[in-house]
C-alpha cells in the first residue's frame, strides 16, 4: 500500500489504470488492447463460422474486412529476426490477429493457431529456428520471390495461392464474378460461389483439406461427408471455395473480387532483359473505389500470371500461341444431368417408402458392373442410364445422371445441351422453360426408380431452387493443352552494358494454366480435384525452382558453380513438362492415392522400429513431384533402400514424425480434446501504438516470459551491453526485463533471510524494483560492508541519497538522417517514442523511490 501510495504521488498510476504506466499518444492501454481483442474475437468467430448454404464467398470476404481491417493490418509481433515488417520481414495475417485475440476464449483456437503454423514454409517464409519447423530445414531456400497474379477464384485457384504465399511468394487472385441482384433480389449476375456441385473427395485431397482446418472452418454437418464417407467421400464447389477462401484471407492472400483479366503482353527491361507480364485488367466501381484504382481498364505488372479461370479460360485464349493448340476431345455422344434435390425429412421419408425414414447410401454405379440397379430403372422408368452418382450434403443431395442422348429425345426432351453457366440460368422464354420442366420430370422419374428420395409436393417439384436445380451437359465433350507452363528467361544478373545485347530466343515470363483450363475432366470419373491438385503442386514447383540452379546442378552430378543458366533452364522445362506428362495421365503413386503410407514401405518401418506404438503420419501432398509421381518415387525408393542400411540415416518424414511427438509431448495438456499451450508472437505495437510496460514486471503485454529464476545472495547480474551502433529495441527491452525480474528476486531473498528488527518492518513486494542510487535490505551478517536490519539498510540507503541525484532524461533526438528507406524511419519513430516514454517512466519511479526512502530515514 505505501509502494502504491508513492506511485501515485508521483503521478504514475491514474485512477481505474490498475498500475498501468501513463498512457501517451503512442500508448495502447490494457482495457483498450482487451476491448479490441474482445471485439476482434467476436468477429473472427463470425468470419469462422460463416459458410453456405446461409452465406457465399461475398460475405466471407465483407466480415474479413472487418476482421483484418487497417489498425490490424499495421499489428507489428516480434519475430525471431526482429519485429515484422511488410517488405522485409513478413508475417501472416493469422500471426497478427493471434497475438492481439490469443484464443478468443475458445479451446479450439490453440489447435487452429498451431495448425496453421503446421503447414510448410519454404523459401523466405522459412525462419530458421522457428519452432513451428520441428527442427526440420528449409526445403527450398533458394526460392526467388516472385508476383504471382492467379486468375480465377474457384478451388484450384486458391490452392495455387496458398501454396505460393507458404513460399514467400506475393500473390495475388483477379475474380471477376461479383453477385449482382436486381430490386426485387431477383439474381442477375451468379457470383463465384454459387455452383453447389459435388465432385468426388479423393484420400489426399482430404488430408490436405484437414491440414487446412477443413474440421473446424466447416460445420458439422459439411464436414461429415468430406471427413467421414472414404468411399464416397464428396465435398460441395461452394463449401470448397470458403474453406480455401478462409485459408488464403488468413495466410495473407490478396483476393481482388470484381476485377477481371482482359489480356497480358510481355514487357522487357532494356537493361537487364528481365520479362515481366503487363496485365490489362478491369475493375468495377467497388473494387476500383477499395483498391484506389480507376474503373474499367488498368494495367498491373506480374513476375507470373497462372490461369485457373476454367474450361472457357481466357487466359488461355489470349496466351494461346504459347500453350499451342487446344485439342476438343469427344468421347462418346453422352450427356450428363446434374440435379440437386431438396432434403426430406424423416417423417416424410416413411410417407414416401423408406423404412425407418432414413435416406439410401451415398451411390456411384456404373452400368456394366450394377447391371440389375439399371434394368430396375429401365423397367420403372423407362429411362437407359450409363452412370449414376447420388452423394448427400448437409443441406441438399446430389445427383449425375449419364443418360443417352437418343433417351433424352425419346421423353421428349430436344436432346440440346448448355455449357454450365448457360445451364444454370434462369429460363429467358417459354421455350426454355418448358425445356427445363421435362428435365426435371424427367430426372424425377429416373431417381424415384432408383429409390433415391425426392419429394415431387415439395418446392419446385422437389429440386433445389434455381439457377443449381436442374441443368444439362455435354460431358463428353473435354478440352486438352499441349503444354501447361512455359517461359523462357535471361540469366540472373545479365546487363546489356556488360554481356552485349541479347542474342537468344524471345523471353517469355512465367506463364501457366491449372485445374479445368489446362485439362478439363470427364466429370462421372470424379477426376476434376485428383488431376487438379496435382497442376497446383507442379504450378507452385515451376515457380519456386526458376532460379534454383543448385537443385538441377545437384541432380546430375555436377558443380553449381559451372552449372551454366542455359542448363538449368533447360533441365527445368524438361522436369515441367515431364510432370504435366505424369499429371495428365495420373500416375501418381499408391500411397498418395490411398493418402497412407505403404505399411512395408521405408517411412513406416523406419518410424516404427524406432517407436512402436507411434502414431502413423498422414500422407499429405507437396510440391515436389519426387513425392507424387510413381516413376520420381520408384528412383527415391532405390536410393533410400540403400541409405537405409546405414543405422545413422533417418528418413525425412520419420525424423519430423519424431520431432512433432516431442513437441506435442511438451505443449500438450492432456484431456479428450487434446488442448494444447500455444505460445505465438509477442505482440510489439498496434497501428504505432505501443503496449504499456507493467511496472511489477517490467514485461510487455502480449509478451509471454517466464519470471527468471532467483539468483543466489551476491550473484552478478549480467552487464547493460556498452558501445555505439544500432541496438534493437526489443533486445534492450528483454534484457531490462530480465534485470529487473533478477533483482526484485534477489531484494526478496536478502529481506526474507534478513534479522527481524525491533520496529515493523516496511512492506517489500514484488512490484518493487530497485533504481540506480538505491539499496536493497541486506542479510543477517551484513552485505557489502552494511549493517544487518531493515532499519539500519534504511539509514545507510538515506546516507547514499544525500551524495545521489535522479538524473534528468536525456533528449530524444529528432533528426532523421537520409537513406533510410520508410520502413526503417518507421521503426526510428517506434524506438525513439519507446524511448522518450521510458525516460519519463524512469523519472518518475526514481522520484518515488526517494519518497520511500527518505519517509523510512525519517523514523
Keep these: ?6 506511485e501515485r504521488s508521483a503521478g504514475l498510476q491514474q485512477p481505474g489504470t490498475s498500475g498501468r504506466a501513463p498512457l501517451t499518444a503512442a500508448m495502447i492501454s490494457v482495457a483498450q488492447l482487451e476491448d479490441l481483442a474482445e471485439d476482434k474475437a467476436k468477429t473472427f468467430t463470425k468470419f469462422l463460422l460463416t459458410q453456405p448454404p446461409a452465406a457465399n464467398g461475398e460475405d466471407l470476404l465483407t466480415i474479413w474486412e472487418e476482421v483484418y481491417d487497417e489498425e490490424m493490418q499495421k499489428v507489428k509481433i516480434q519475430t525471431i529476426n526482429g519485429p515484422c515488417d511488410d517488405e522485409t520481414n513478413r508475417v501472416f495475417p493469422y500471426e497478427k490477429l493471434q497475438a492481439v485475440m490469443k484464443d478468443g476464449g475458445n479451446w479450439k483456437w490453440p489447435r487452429m493457431w498451431q495448425r496453421f503454423d503446421e503447414i510448410e514454409r519454404r523459401g523466405s517464409a522459412y525462419r530458421e529456428g522457428e519452432k513451428l519447423h520441428f527442427n526440420m530445414p528449409n526445403k527450398n531456400p533458394n526460392i526467388a520471390e516472385q508476383r504471382v497474379l492467379i486468375v480465377g477464384g474457384g478451388p484450384i485457384g486458391l490452392r495455387t495461392a496458398i501454396e505460393m504465399a507458404m513460399a514467400g511468394h506475393r500473390v495475388v487472385i483477379f475474380e471477376k464474378r461479383r453477385e449482382l441482384k436486381d430490386a426485387s433480389g431477383e439474381l442477375t449476375q451468379l457470383g463465384f460461389t454459387n455452383r453447389i456441385n459435388r465432385p468426388h473427395m479423393w484420400p489426399f485431397v482430404r488430408n490436405d483439406l484437414a491440414k487446412l482446418n477443413g474440421k473446424d472452418f466447416m460445420s458439422r454437418e459439411a464436414s461429415y461427408p468430406v471427413f467421414t464417407e472414404p468411399d464416397t467421400s464428396s465435398i460441395g464447389i461452394d463449401e470448397l471455395q470458403c474453406l480455401l477462401l478462409k485459408n488464403a484471407l488468413l495466410l495473407g492472400v490478396d483476393f481482388r473480387l470484381g476485377v477481371g483479366y482482359d489480356n497480358a503482353t510481355i514487357r522487357t527491361d532494356p537493361k537487364n532483359m528481365m520479362p515481366t507480364w503487363e496485365v490489362e485488367c478491369s475493375y468495377d466501381d467497388r473494387s476500383a473505389a477499395k483498391y484506389g484504382k480507376g474503373k474499367g481498364k488498368n494495367v498491373e505488372v506480374f513476375d507470373c500470371l497462372i490461369g485457373c479461370d476454367g474450361p472457357r479460360s481466357t487466359v488461355r485464349d489470349t496466351q494461346s500461341k504459347h500453350f499451342g493448340n487446344i485439342e476438343k476431345r469427344k468421347f462418346m455422344d453422352c450427356v450428363g444431368i446434374v440435379a440437386n434435390v431438396r432434403k426430406v425429412n424423416r417423417k416424410r421419408l416413411k410417407e414416401l417408402g423408406f423404412e425407418f425414414g432414413q435416406e439410401p447410401g451415398d451411390m456411384n454405379r456404373t452400368k456394366m458392373v450394377f447391371k440389375d440397379f ?3 430403372i429401365t423397367d420403372k422408368a423407362d429411362a437407359d442410364i450409363e452412370n449414376l452418382i447420388y452423394y448427400k450434403a448437409s443441406h441438399h443431395n446430389y445427383t449425375i445422371l449419364v443418360p443417352k442422348r437418343a433417351d433424352l429425345i425419346k421423353h421428349g426432351l430436344s436432346g440440346k445441351v ?8 434462369k429460363a429467358a422464354d417459354d421455350a426454355r422453360s418448358e425445356e427445363k420442366n421435362k428435365l426435371k420430370k424427367y430426372c424425377r422419374s429416373v431417381l424415384q426408380a432408383a429409390g433415391i428420395p425426392i419429394d415431387e409436393q415439395a418446392e419446385n417439384g422437389g429440386f433445389v431452387d434455381a439457377p443449381n436445380d436442374c441443368m444439362a451437359f455435354d460431358f463428353a465433350e473435354c478440352w486438352n493443352t499441349k503444354k501447361s507452363i512455359v517461359f523462357n528467361l535471361p540469366p540472373p544478373g545479365y546487363d546489356v552494358e556488360v554481356d552485349g545485347p541479347w542474342m537468344g530466343r524471345n523471353l517469355i515470363p512465367l506463364v501457366a494454366l491449372a485445374g479445368d483450363a489446362l485439362l478439363e475432366p470427364f466429370w462421372p470419373m470424379g477426376l476434376g480435384l485428383k488431376r487438379g491438385w496435382q497442376a497446383v503442386m507442379d504450378t507452385c514447383y515451376a515457380v519456386d525452382n ?9 541432380r546430375m552430378g555436377k558443380d553449381p558453380a559451372t552449372f551454366s543458366w542455359e542448363d538449368h533452364y533447360e533441365a527445368h522445362q524438361a522436369q515441367v513438362s515431364q510432370n504435366f506428362e505424369f499429371c495428365n495421365r495420373l500416375k501418381i503413386s499408391d500411397e498418395l492415392a490411398k493418402g497412407e503410407y505403404d505399411p512395408k514401405g521405408v517411412v513406416l518401418m523406419q518410424l516404427l522400429k524406432k517407436v512402436k506404438d507411434a502414431e502413423r503420419p498422414v500422407f499429405e501432398v507437396e510440391v515436389d513431384p519426387w ?5 520420381l518415387m520408384k528412383e527415391l525408393g532405390d536410393s533410400w533402400k540403400t541409405m537405409s542400411k546405414d543405422d545413422a540415416w533417418v528418413h525425412s518424414r520419420v525424423q519430423k514424425s519424431l520431432n512433432m511427438a516431442a513437441f506435442y509431448a511438451e505443449v500438450g495438456k492432456g484431456g479428450k480434446n487434446g ?7 509477442p505482440l510489439l505495437s498496434i497501428n504505432g501504438k505501443v503496449l504499456p510496460v507493467f511496472k511489477g514486471t517490467g514485461s510487455v503485454l502480449g509478451a509471454a516470459s517466464k519470471p527468471a529464476p532467483a539468483p543466489a545472495p551476491g550473484a552478478k547480474l549480467a552487464a547493460v551491453p556498452q558501445g555505439g551502433g544500432y541496438v534493437n529495441p526489443l533486445e534492450m527491452q528483454q534484457l531490462a526485463k530480465e534485470r529487473q ?16 528488527a525491533p520496529a515493523p518492518a516496511p512492506e517489500v513486494t514484488s512490484s518493487w524494483r530497485p533504481s540506480v542510487g538505491s539499496v536493497a535490505p541486506p542479510k543477517s551478517g551484513g552485505v557489502g560492508g552494511l549493517p544487518c536490519g531493515i532499519a539500519a539498510a534504511a539509514a545507510a540507503a538515506a546516507g547514499v541519497m544525500k551524495a545521489t541525484h535522479v538524473a534528468a532524461p536525456m533528449p530524444v533526438s529528432t533528426v532523421v538522417p537520409g537513406g533510410l528507406s520508410p520502413a526503417a524511419e518507421a521503426e526510428l519513430f517506434h524506438v525513439r517514442n519507446m524511448i522518450q516514454t521510458l525516460q519519463s517512466s ?15 530515514a525519517g523514523r
Design 1 to 6: 500500500p505505501r509502494v502504491v501510495r508513492a
Design 842 to 856: 524512469l523519472a518518475a519511479f526514481q522520484k518515488a523511490e526517494q519518497d520511500i526512502l527518505s519517509r523510512a
Design 418 to 425: 448448355y455449357n454450365f453457366a448457360a445451364g444454370r440460368d
Design 374 to 376: 439399371f434394368k430396375q
Design 675 to 681: 488442448e494444447i499451450t500455444y505460445e505465438g508472437k
Design 546 to 554: 526458376l532460379y534454383n540452379r543448385e537443385k538441377y546442378a545437384t
Design 627 to 631: 513425392t507424387r509421381y510413381e516413376p
Design 741 to 756: 525480474q533478477a533483482m526484485a528476486a534477489m531484494v526478496q531473498a536478502r529481506a526474507q533471510a534478513s534479522a527481524p
